[in-house]
């Protein structure tokens, strides 16, 4: 099932309350629709209005082409925690959070948590910016920060970029969970496990998932290889000093993947399989412009108990470009479908049996 969406740009995140889904579109339009709408096949998109245009005053954030833009959005506690590129100063970026309390009325957004650290290097590209949010332990949740597409930040503990970080909503402060990341655009915690599932865009080829069973409270930082170890190539073919791009990750010290995807699918979000009898199942939405295997699909993964071995996978081609998940029943999940760049965003409903 569709519902269209009129007059957004091509990049939108979905999320719920107990009665309501919120969706965020990349240039800040906000719509709710009513879930139990959803399940009996009825849905009605409502906009909500904010502040959000007083707020966010990039001057690049509504140019439309979606680097600078919405990158998630996540509700903890009765508050929207919205994601974003932030100028934080004259053509220096980063990723910062603002939040609303929920309110179906209006949105009153507020600045939430932002980093120091900008980065205004010559490549910089907030398309490598990652900005997933998850729900984590208590008062905290996982934050995915991009590498900017500067290659000297992810092997660097004392910078943001290409790391994933727990957050303490209310001190602001914030550890390093795992570092070595290029552009994480899927991220997820099992709860019933403590393990932290990730998903990461390679360059050309090396699309990765990433299991981290490590404790937030270890002393050691998981480290998934980037730039020195990938699976994927450079798109020029070149061999480059500081991003060598060792195929193999352990042989450097570094975490291997428990999957990588050569050709790359443009992997994004990953979410628990629906249903009182999934263990560990997953499924994983794939981007991508073209039709080759395993992109504009729907991935479904399921690991043995231990998080170490793939048990089995099955690809189901959607036809459009899968930007976020959201499972909002045990049969029911949402997909966020993006077309190619003259297609706007919609939402696909898909049922399970």
Known sequence: MIISMQGSTPVGYIEQSSEKIILATGGGGFYIIDKNDILNKR??????????????????????????????????????????????????YNLSIISAKINYTVLKLYNAFQFEECSNEKGTNPHEGGGRMVNYKEKQILLSVGSY????????????????????????????????????QGLNYDEEHDVILSTDHGPKGGDEININMDRLGNSTIENYGWPISSYGSHYDGQHRTDAPLYKSHIKYGFKEPIIEFTPSIAISEIIKFPGEDSKNDFLIGSLGFTDLEG????????????????????????????????????KVVLMLLEGDHNVLPSIGILEFD
């Open 43 to 92: 849905p009605k998109l409502l906009p909500l209005p904010t502040n959000f245009h007083e707020v966010i005053s990039n001057r690049n954030f509504y140019s439309n082409n979606g680097a600078h833009s919405i990158k998630d959005i996540l509700i903890k506690d009765g508050e929207i925690l919205v994601s974003y590129t932030n100028e934080k100063y004259s053509d220096c």
């Open 149 to 184: 597409g500067i290659n000297k930040f992810p092997q660097d503990k004392n910078s943001i970029f290409g790391k994933i970080i727990a957050i303490d909503i209310d001190s602001g402060k914030y550890n390093i969970v795992s570092m070595g990341h290029r552009n994480p």
């Open 295 to 330: 992109r504009q699909s729907l991935h479904y993964l399921q690991f043995d108990k231990l998080y170490k071995t793939l048990l089995f996978k099955d690809v189901w081609f959607i036809g459009d470009r899968i930007r976020d998940l959201l499972s909002i029943d045990k």
